[in-house]
């Protein structure tokens, strides 16, 4: 799996968008981007994910860069129910059984 | 709606008592898995299986064993239990071709003491 790089942390106030970078400049081209996010004391959730093109769903979009090497994720209206860490994973299509989280973005969504 | 249910948020158990964790998805997903979460230490692959009665070790499956009678439930087994299983322990499901996407159960916070 690619290395990705996300800051330690970042706050947004409430009903702002959140935009969460994430940077893979190791990415290879049959290399996804997916993104989840742990809220405290419950399990990881997945958000969305995407190869090359945009991509939006209902909780939030993804924007990737024209050469892949980074993302940025979007909550467009963040509530603060949306406070969690964001985990950035780059990895192949069906590559291994286990997800693995690295230390991910820690948001804290204000009033 | 997707949905993964563990059968308790919480437990304590003694040291040397057989401990259950169930799992149970009512996605007709193909795929589950156990995971422990420790912090430091990120998520870390128990036992994995991609079918009923089907199995593979993760990367940490000593001290543990799992059993998928059904392709809904999937349990994890602590067969003697010890101090250094105390953990949170997450239980996730997939279908067969998309492992990148999994869903995840709300967890369960283990102390053994």
């Known amino acids: 799996d690619a290395k990705t790089t996300q800051p330690t942390s970042m706050d947004c106030a409430e009903g702002r968008a959140a935009n969460l970078p994430c940077n893979h400049s190791t990415i290879s081209g049959n290399e996804y981007v997916y993104w989840y996010r742990q809220i405290h004391s419950q399990g990881p959730q997945y958000i969305i994910h995407?190869?090359?093109n945009n991509e939006t769903n209902e909780m939030a979009s993804l924007i990737i860069t024209e050469d892949r090497k980074s993302s940025t994720l979007i909550l467009p209206h963040a509530t603060l129910r949306d406070t969690a860490v964001y985990y950035c994973?780059?990895?192949?299509?069906?590559?291994?059984?286990?997800?693995?989280f690295g230390g991910g973005t820690r948001l804290m969504v204000k009033p | 709606d997707v949905k993964v249910t563990q059968s308790s948020r919480y437990l304590v158990k003694r040291t040397g008592e057989k401990v259950f964790l169930e799992c149970v998805q009512d996605?007709?997903?193909?795929?589950m898995f156990w995971y422990r979460q420790d912090p430091g230490l990120g998520l870390r692959l128990i036992y994995f299986s991609y079918d009923v009665k089907m199995k593979e070790k993760g990367d940490i499956p000593e001290g543990y064993s799992v059993s998928r009678e059904k392709k809904e439930r999937f349990s994890l087994i602590l067969e003697s239990a010890s101090t250094n299983q105390t953990s949170m322990y997450l239980c996730?499901?997939?279908?067969?071709?998309?492992?990148?996407?999994?869903?995840f159960g709300p967890g369960t916070r283990l102390l053994v003491l």
């Open positions: 996730a499901s997939s279908l067969a071709e998309t492992k990148e996407t999994q869903y």
């Open positions: 996605m007709d997903h193909e795929n």
């Open positions: 994973i780059v990895r192949a299509y069906n590559a291994g059984n286990m997800l693995t």
């Open positions: 995407g190869l090359k």
